[in-house]
Nanobody, 130 residues
Framework: QVQLVESGGGLVQPGGSLRLSCLAS????????IGWFRQAPGKEREGLTC????????YTAGSVKGRFTISRDNARNTVYLQMNSLQPEDTAVYYC???????????????????????WGQGAQVTVSS
């Protein structure tokens, strides 16, 4: 069964940090582009960051650049999102995603698009509040 299972969300104070994890099963991440998205209440899903299959290209949205970092551990078949200096406006449900499509490439100048991704995590709530 193909799935992505997220963990690591929760409540954090402004200025704090969280790390989200996303464990893949049923397929291997080393042949996949990976991405993180988020959706805040009343807003559209936003593509935050992605990384190409070979790890050579990484895109990060301006709203989180310098604070959020995507990474992967292919041996553990796990994707991570390290989030630092969290602010209330970062409150959202965060989703990991993977794309196995041969025609899709994560470029460092273009945000990830939802329709390019095949597999999705269940979502992790991140709430930033004092």
């Amino acid at each position: 069964q193909v799935q992505l299972v997220e963990s690591g969300g929760g409540l954090v104070q402004p200025g704090g940090s969280l790390r989200l994890s996303c464990l893949a099963s049923g397929f291997t991440l080393d042949n996949s582009a990976i991405g993180w998205f988020r959706q805040a209440p009343g807003k559209e899903r936003e593509g935050l960051t992605c990384q190409s299959r070979d790890g050579a290209n990484t895109y990060t949205a301006g709203s989180v650049k310098g604070r959020f970092t995507i990474s992967r551990d292919n041996a553990r078949n796990t994707v991570y999102l390290q989030m630092n200096s969290l602010q209330p406006e970062d409150t959202a449900v965060y989703y990991c995603a993977a794309s196995t499509r041969s025609g899709y490439v994560c470029y460092d100048f273009s945000p990830p698009e939802s329709f390019e991704y095949d597999y999705w995590g269940q979502g992790a709530q991140v709430t930033v509040s004092s």
